[in-house]
């Protein structure tokens, strides 16, 4: 057994939090992971964060500068929770400094960026992660295995999607999320990669597509200190910043197996405080997925008799043993936070044994590769072909 030393940067943030809480937590749930976590540096730029870092982990060393982690001999894992314009960069110091890398989504700014950062990873034989962790909801691996298995035959279609509507009103505040400088490809990075990470886990690599992106609001208050989804009162006198990244996607894709798919994402979909879902057509049958019920597969095979033909609902139980980990019964539920223990709990076993878990930077990279095929459609306005190295 072997210890993983960690350090978490962007830790006050979001998904420092949760990735924090998940490198505390999952020996709860599933004991060792073939190694023990121990978070020993924190790091975030806001100088107010650090007190309360240290009490969520006594005996953390709490850094501004996430320089000072990803050199710092004692760190093993370098865990990057910062806005999306500071992942290659860290990555890449991070690499090069030796350490493992586990990055949240997207993984760069750009697929040759990704590119990079995968073949600095594989030359010096460093395990990586990219913070995909929705297809790690147990439900999906029963989505995966009845596909591998040919149940619903060969794939003709992918309809997926994803809506948030924390920029649905004009006045929600502008934040680092709409700022093409912070995060340069907007929501197709942000909201576009969680769709594209289902196509890759259950459909396979996207080989052309054409996209359109749209800005709904192309300026916003400014409101200093305010996270995703926090919203104040306008008092109509507040300085404006111009939206400079997409609120929104619609496309379509073609994959290297042949099959179709239509996808769209947004921020802006008022009303959908979080909408995924994904259905995926065989020649044979059919699944159905929406994180409405977010343990459940809907699933329709040609093999059913005539009469009896219909969707079937399947829902995950202790008989997939990341579920297991957490419950005893089928549709008690697993949330989000679980998912991300999951994602954690696979991140230190991978690290602790030396085994790369998908999805690695390699699968990072095909995901920037869809990313960049957005944005280059979107500007040209025709379809775009996706290298298939
Ligand atoms: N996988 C998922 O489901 C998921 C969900 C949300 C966010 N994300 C990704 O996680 C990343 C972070 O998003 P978030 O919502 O946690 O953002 P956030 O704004 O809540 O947190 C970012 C943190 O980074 C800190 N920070 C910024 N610049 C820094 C620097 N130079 N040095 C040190 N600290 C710095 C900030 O102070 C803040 O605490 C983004 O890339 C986002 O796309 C992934």
Known sequence: MKDVNVAVIGASGWMGKVHTMAFLTFPHFFGDAGGVARVVALVDRNPQAAEGLLRKVPGAQVFQDWRQAVNHPEVDLVDICLPDDLHYEVAKAALLAGKHVFCEKPLANT???????????????????????????????????????????????????????VFGDPAAPFMWRA???????????????????????????????????????????????LGIGEGAELTGDEAMAE??????????CRFENGARGIVDFSRVATGRKFRQTYEVYGTKGSIAYDWDEVNRLRFYTNDDRAGRRGFREIDVGPENPNYRAFLPLPNFSLGYNEMKIIEIAEVVRSVATNTPMWPTFETGHHICQIVDACMESSRLGRWVDIPSV
């Open 111 to 165: 697929a040759a960026e990704a590119r990079e950062l995968a073949d600095i990873a594989r030359e010096k034989r460093l395990i990586t992660r990219v913070g995909h962790a929705f297809p790690r909801n147990p439900i999906h691996d029963r989505a995966k295995e009845i596909i591998d298995a040919g149940e619903i035959g060969e794939i003709k279609m992918f309809k997926g999607c994803q809506h948030i509507d």
């Open 243 to 252: 939206v400079t990244n997409p609120d929104g996607t619609n496309l379509l």
């Open 179 to 225: 700022d093409g400088t912070l995060a340069p490809t907007g929501i197709v990075g942000d909201t576009g990669t969680h769709v594209f990470s289902f196509m890759e886990f259950l459909v396979g690599r996207v080989s052309s597509l054409v996209a359109d992106n749209f800005v709904a609001t192309p300026r916003r208050p400014i409101f200093a200190g």
